[in-house]
């Protein structure tokens, strides 16, 4: 993830909230999401996603989880609101529940209304549907990446890596009615945009995935005949040239790709 994507969980502190058990009632920025799930016809919302984590907390992560909240619900201006809603993201990141940690980074976006934002809510719901066994967890994320995506889209339509994104969102979890829909996506892209190198890295990692190591090599040596220094296309390359049983270049690239990287 780039240093934009990863700007909400760098920010966050070690204090993190959830709702109370027994509370009756629910906190506005709740409810402004469960009017947004049935307007979306969503297979789970966040009352039922913060009920299972909040049931996994041992007593240690509770006590900061109330004074989060308590902080949270005394915040009458919006700056201090996201303040605390950006640390809540960063936190359920940290505890390993990404669809909620995409939960509060909506909000911030919701709040700013920048791409950046967007891009962050997007990104997180994402790492959800790559990361998430439940088929209504990686549903429930997949429908809010595309809408974060799409908002980022709106805001700023020349940003490509925004459609990349959304790309990729559906990649993760493909639509039953068109499964290559995420694939056909970047293609597009890549024909619009043939030597754009975020494009080509992308559908290059794909390739990978796939166990095409010629078509990935094809795709790298081009993204490094526009930007010989990249270092995702290198190390990339050297994962390429390996697969395709190219022993002395991938032994070249991985050497390149630690000097470059520290991997």
Known sequence: MTKLQWAVIASAVVLFLTLYFTCDTKPRDIQALEKSR?????????TALLTEAKASLSPAQSSPVLALEAQLDKALEDSSRVEVLKQLSG???????????GYYAQQVAEANGTEE??????????ICIQNS?????RDFCTGRAVQAFENAISINPANLAHQVNLALAYTANPPQDNPMKGILMLRSLNQSNPDNVLILNTLARLALKTGQFS??????????SIEPDNTDSI???AQAYEGAGETAKAAEFTEKCRSQSGR
């Not at 049935?38 to 966040?46: N, P």
């Not at 066994?133 to 967890?137: G, H, L, T």
């Not at 078509?215 to 490094?224: D, G, K």
């Open 235 to 237: 190390c990339l390359l």
């Open 38 to 46: 049935a307007l979306a016809g969503e297979s789970t919302d966040v």
């Open 133 to 137: 066994q439940e088929p209504k967890v």
């Open 91 to 101: 936190q359920w990141y940290q505890l390993g529940v990404p669809a909620l940690a």
């Open 117 to 126: 934002a967007w891009s962050i809510a997007g990104t997180t719901y994402t």
């Open 215 to 224: 078509r990935a090599v094809e795709r790298l040596e081009h993204a490094l």
